[in-house]
């Protein structure tokens, strides 16, 4: 990512047991974090949802957000996982490799492995790992919060992601790209 640039959010959001889904993807203006640009996508899903294979039912609607995008993010933080995913291709690895562009996965729950607690202050960190495989960290993103799951999406190192995780968190749990796409979605 450079010192200055665009990052976005992206998130989905799909009523349970409906075909009915809708993906956003909010590009800012990156170090400042003003909003540039927000698509959004509404359409059906084709594919049931299956543990493990959330990807393939979410990809779709994000790829359709992304379509309708002017402006190309230099990277995308999504609200999911990367490389900690049972098959090594969470929705943020999938949506990066397609795309071409660098990811980050940051998820608010862990799917799977085990970490040690990070400090309570913000930035404190701790290794999350499944036996002798590194998933990710566990960041802590406001001091005294429940922390979230940051992973390697495509693209990115595991540094550089908790990195620009920390930057794009300014006020609340969740980094702003992410907390902004998941306001879309919701709306």
């Given at each position: 990512?450079?010192?200055?640039?665009?990052?976005?959010?992206?998130?989905?959001?799909?009523?349970?047991?409906?075909?009915?889904?809708?993906?956003?993807?909010?590009?800012?203006?990156?170090?400042?974090?003003e909003v540039v640009e927000t698509a959004l996508y509404e359409?059906?899903?084709?594919?049931?949802?299956?543990?493990?294979?959330?990807?393939?039912?979410?990809?779709?609607?994000?790829?359709?957000?992304?379509?309708?995008?002017?402006?190309?993010?230099?990277?995308?933080?999504?609200?999911?996982?990367?490389?900690?995913?049972?098959?090594?291709?969470?929705?943020?690895?999938?949506?990066?490799?397609?795309?071409?562009?660098?990811?980050?996965?940051?998820?608010?729950?862990?799917?799977?492995?085990?970490?040690?607690?990070?400090?309570?202050?913000?930035?404190?960190?701790?290794?999350?790992?499944?036996?002798?495989?590194?998933?990710?960290?566990?960041?802590?993103?406001?001091?005294?919060?429940?922390?979230?799951?940051?992973?390697?999406?495509?693209?990115?190192?595991?540094?550089?992601?908790?990195?620009?995780?920390?930057?794009?968190?300014?006020?609340?749990?969740?980094?702003?790209?992410?907390?902004?796409?998941?306001?879309?979605?919701?709306?």
């Amino acid at each position: 990512m450079p010192r200055e640039g665009y990052v976005a959010g992206a998130d989905c959001s799909t009523k349970r047991g409906s075909r009915e889904g809708r993906g956003a993807i909010v590009v800012l203006r990156y170090p400042e974090l003003e909003v540039v640009e927000t698509a959004l996508y509404e359409g059906k899903v084709s594919m049931p949802y299956i543990p493990g294979l959330l990807s393939f039912r979410e990809l779709p609607l994000l790829l359709g957000a992304f379509e309708k995008l002017q402006t190309r993010p230099h990277v995308i933080i999504v609200d999911g996982n990367g490389v900690a995913h049972p098959r090594g291709l969470g929705i943020a690895s999938h949506l990066g490799i397609t795309l071409e562009i660098p990811t980050i996965g940051c998820a608010k729950s862990r799917l799977l492995g085990e970490h040690l607690e990070p400090g309570e202050e913000k930035g404190s960190t701790a290794v999350w790992t499944e036996g002798d495989r590194v998933l990710g960290k566990v960041v802590r993103t406001r001091s005294g919060v429940k922390p979230v799951y940051v992973s390697v999406g495509h693209l990115v190192s595991l540094e550089e992601a908790v990195r620009i995780t920390l930057a794009c968190t300014i006020r609340y749990r969740l980094p702003e790209p992410v907390r902004r796409a998941h306001m879309a979605v919701s709306g």
